[in-house]
């Protein structure tokens, strides 16, 4: 089983449309996670990150965590054009592991104008 | 501004000619680590750092070497490159309940 799965996509959303994106993982010890977006060629860039269960909002962006499910989400709202890129989740264990952040391999992510 | 800064940018180099891709970080962050992007594969460890001097293998780290001689400096070593390790590195920097701050970047052919 992978550590952590995204859909690849691409998740293809209008512009001012909500973009829902998905990440589950299948370690319980997981206590920290992140959301990255990446444009192509570009580094990664942290967005939001978030370690209690439930919402946490940061402007048109809305990360949700179920520690239960072992299930992550990252919500964009009124999306635009310039949120075109690869979003990436990333999973942390924490504790003796803290150094170890583990990434999905990605959602690409078209906003349509 | 705080960053991590990579160099070079861009190398092409010949299989079995030894490299060193510099990384450095102006946040005094305790963990540092070296990643490579690959399509289709997603950004996978090579090695990381949770302090000075003490280093650790990731999930890839076949035919790379690193030191962490000082807490703001993390180089990859490539003793003898090979074409399977042309790939987009990347070096980053976190502290203690961070994220990872990335570098911009090294893009490596081995021909």
Known sequence: ?113 | EAQVTQNPRYLITVTGKKLTVTCSQNMNHEYMSWYRQDPGLGLRQIYYSMNVEVTDKGDVPEGYKVSRKEKRNFPLILESPSPNQTSLYFCASSSWVGGYTFGSGTRLTVV
């Open chain 1, 1 to 113: 089983q992978k550590e952590v799965e995204q859909n690849s996509g691409p998740l293809s959303v209008p512009e001012g449309a909500i973009a829902s994106l998905n990440c589950t993982y299948s370690d319980r010890g997981s206590q920290s996670f992140f959301w990255y977006r990446q444009y192509s060629g570009k580094s990664p860039e942290l967005i939001m990150f978030i370690y209690s269960n439930g919402d946490k909002e940061d402007g048109r962006f809305t990360a949700q965590l179920n520690k239960a499910s072992q299930y992550v989400s990252l919500l964009i709202r009124d999306s635009q054009p310039s949120d075109s890129a690869t979003y990436l989740c990333a999973v942390k264990r924490g504790g003796g592991s803290n150094y170890k952040l583990t990434f999905g391999k990605g959602t690409l992510l078209t906003v349509n104008p």
